[in-house]
């Protein structure tokens, strides 16, 4: 009677290992895969150098540009005499930029009129004396941020009355991707 349950034990077990055909390693994938995902939604990605997929390739494509990033500028432009001011921005070249300015600022009629600042994938800060009594200075101003250009501005301003000098124009110029 021993002698049938050790058979019956070993038969039942070699049916059971007969079943499997493939073996699968940890979070069920497959050789060469390893598990992702979680919260429900679960996968499979080949191993990178596994030597998985349909290739056999070991190699890791990197993804190709579609584009690149160009700078664009900004320009500031103003007239001693009449105190008129011309401003560029988003401009693609630094000439462009500054040639726009200078005409806004002469197109009431100013003959005087001469780039202050240009600049390019960045932000500026004009502020200018809150009392306009003449006695004062402007400031400008660049950086990272519209804080930090007004910052640079204020240190360079000097106001006709006590306090900060008031913002005049502020502006970011940002690059533009064109796509390939």
Request: charged share 15%; hydrophobic share 35%; proline share 4%.
């Amino acid at each position: 009677m021993k002698l049938i349950a050790h058979w019956l034990l070993l038969a039942s077990c070699l049916l059971l290992l007969g079943g499997v055909d493939r073996a699968w390693a940890e979070g069920n994938c497959p050789a060469g895969y390893y598990p992702i995902g979680g919260q429900g939604a679960r996968g499979c990605a080949p191993i990178p150098g596994g030597g998985a997929g349909s290739t056999g390739s070991s190699e890791i494509r990197l993804a190709t540009p579609t584009g690149k990033w160009t700078k664009t500028w900004g320009a500031i432009a103003e007239s001693k005499s009449t105190q008129d001011a011309g401003v560029s921005t988003g401009l693609r070249s630094k000439n462009e930029a500054e040639r726009e300015a200078v005409s806004k600022c002469g197109a009431a009629g100013a003959r005087d009129c001469t780039v202050s600042m240009s600049y390019f994938n960045q932000c500026i800060s004009w502020v200018i004396p809150s009392g306009r009594s003449g006695a004062g200075r402007a400031g400008l101003g660049g950086g990272a941020t519209p804080e930090l250009a007004q910052v640079a501005a204020q240190v360079m301003c000097r106001n006709d009355r006590a306090g900060q000098c008031e913002v005049f124009y502020s502006n970011c110029t940002k690059p533009l991707f064109d796509e390939f």
